[in-house]
């Protein structure tokens, strides 16, 4: 009886630690959650055999393309939560900030008007919390991205289906060279448009970070000069050193009566 093989060709038994491989998968996907968008290593194989290096190549972009949608949604649950979470204390504050004094005119409360005025700050202080941490821009820009990529990656994979398709039941079209380039093509583009798609999510973000920093208050230097003068500018007359001889214009000595 031959020994069962496992689905990535391995026997079962041959260096099999399942605890201390599972662990350490649970370590890799909890620092994988916690790491940012990173490439990744390109997968090196033979070629020897195209069809496997190209359904491995195929793996390998689909995983790509999988953690990018991931880490978007994992992006966008933190910040719609907080998001949601200051737009409704801005609200309630508000609420509290314009009841409160008329409550005080009720007489009941005689202090509740002071109060009003501090809920109507922190109201305030919620919406420019927001605005500031970028939290609900944030939250749209992770939600159109994780969209963008999760259409790209549908497109590609009936691409790719297309391209096996025709290789396995319609006629075949060009060598087996025309065939696999046509296949790295796919990838290519594929790959190219994730990449595209993650660095214009990151220009957005950095324009709009930009904006947000040039917005806070400012003073250039000299701005607290004094009052900004009317009129022409007077013209000050510079006076030569002490010591020096002052030169006088050479004039033109007188022409002689026409003859």
């Known amino acids: 009886m031959q020994p069962e093989e496992s689905p990535w060709g391995k026997e079962v038994g041959e260096e099999d630690q399942p605890a201390v491989a599972g662990a350490a998968g649970r370590d890799r996907a909890a620092t994988r959650r916690r790491?940012?968008?990173?490439?990744?290593?390109?997968?090196?194989?033979?070629?020897?055999?195209?069809?496997?290096?190209?359904?491995?190549?195929?793996?390998?972009?689909?995983?790509?393309?999988?953690e990018a949608i991931e880490w978007y949604r994992r992006d966008r649950l933190w910040k719609r939560r907080w998001a949601r979470l200051l737009r409704l204390g801005a609200a309630g504050f508000g609420v509290a900030g314009v009841s409160?004094?008329?409550?005080?005119?009720?007489?009941?409360?005689?202090?509740?008007?002071?109060?009003?005025?501090?809920?109507?700050?922190?109201?305030?202080?919620?919406?420019?919390?927001?605005?500031?941490?970028?939290?609900?821009?944030?939250?749209?820009r992770d939600v159109s991205t994780g969209q963008a990529l999760q259409r790209r990656l549908e497109a590609f994979q009936f691409d790719w289906a297309s391209e096996c398709v025709r290789e396995v039941l319609g006629p075949t079209e060009g060598t087996a060279g025309?065939?696999?380039?046509?296949?790295?093509?796919?990838?290519?583009?594929?790959?190219?448009?994730?990449?595209?798609?993650?660095?214009?999510?990151?220009?957005?973000?950095?324009?709009?970070?930009?904006?947000?920093?040039?917005?806070?208050?400012?003073?250039?230097?000299?701005?607290?000069?004094?009052?900004?003068?009317?009129?022409?500018?007077?013209?000050?007359?510079?006076?030569?050193?002490?010591?020096?001889r002052p030169t006088m214009p050479r004039q033109r000595p007188p022409e002689g009566p026409l003859r």
């Open 100 to 140: 409160l004094p008329l409550v005080q005119l009720t007489g009941r409360f005689p202090h509740a008007g002071a109060w009003g005025y501090v809920s109507l700050a922190l109201a305030g202080g919620c919406l420019l919390a927001d605005r500031a941490f970028g939290l609900s821009s944030g939250w749209m």
């Open 178 to 244: 025309e065939a696999a380039e046509r296949c790295l093509g796919v990838l290519r583009r594929f790959c190219e448009d994730v990449s595209e798609l993650v660095r214009s999510e990151t220009s957005e973000w950095m324009l709009e970070f930009r904006a947000r920093m040039t917005q806070l208050p400012s003073q250039a230097p000299g701005s607290w000069g004094g009052r900004p003068e009317i009129g022409t500018p007077a013209q000050v007359r510079v006076l030569p050193p002490l010591g020096t």
């Open 35 to 66: 790491a940012d968008l990173s490439a990744r290593q390109f997968p090196l194989g033979d070629w020897g055999e195209p069809a496997e290096r190209l359904e491995e190549l195929y793996r390998w972009s689909e995983e790509r393309a999988v």
